[in-house]
Nanobody
C-alpha cells in the first residue's frame, strides 16, 4: 500500500515536501513515480526513478524545482517541491510499476499500484 502525505496550502514561491510510505515496494518494482492531477485536467507525470539504476527523470515543467528522492532504507519516497506556483496545485500521487514492466516510466499505464494522493494548493 502506498500512502502519500505532506500536502497542504502554500503561497506562491514557497516549498513543500511530499512523502510516500512505500515499505517493501522499492526493490520489487521496475520504477516508482510521482504524478499529479489538477481539477478538470488529466493526471500527468511529474517524476520517476528507475529502481535498478536509481536514475530519476523529471517533467520539463518541474525540472530544477522538484527533487525526487528516497530514504536510505527505500521505504519512503520524497518529492521536494520548491518555487511553487499556482499551476502546481493539484492532487499528487505516488505510484509503483511492477518488476515485469519495461520501457518508459513517464507513462501512467506502466504503474500497477497507486496511492490515494495528497492535495497541494498554491495560492
Amino acid at each position: 500500500q502506498l500512502v502519500e502525505s505532506g500536502g497542504g496550502s502554500v503561497q506562491a514561491g514557497g516549498s513543500l515536501t511530499l512523502s510516500c510510505a512505500a515499505s517493501g515496494y522499492y526493490y520489487k518494482t521496475y520504477c516508482m513515480g510521482w504524478f499529479r492531477q489538477a481539477p478538470g485536467k488529466e493526471r500527468e507525470w511529474v517524476a520517476n526513478t528507475y529502481t535498478s539504476t536509481g536514475t530519476t527523470y523529471y517533467a520539463d515543467f518541474v525540472k530544477g524545482r522538484f527533487t525526487m528522492s528516497q530514504d536510505n532504507d527505500k521505504n519512503t519516497l520524497f518529492l521536494q517541491m520548491f518555487r511553487l506556483n499556482s499551476e502546481d496545485s493539484g492532487m499528487y500521487y505516488c505510484a509503483a510499476a511492477d518488476k515485469g514492466a519495461i520501457g518508459d516510466c513517464s507513462v501512467q499505464s506502466q504503474y500497477t499500484e497507486w496511492g490515494r494522493g495528497t492535495q497541494v494548493t498554491v495560492s
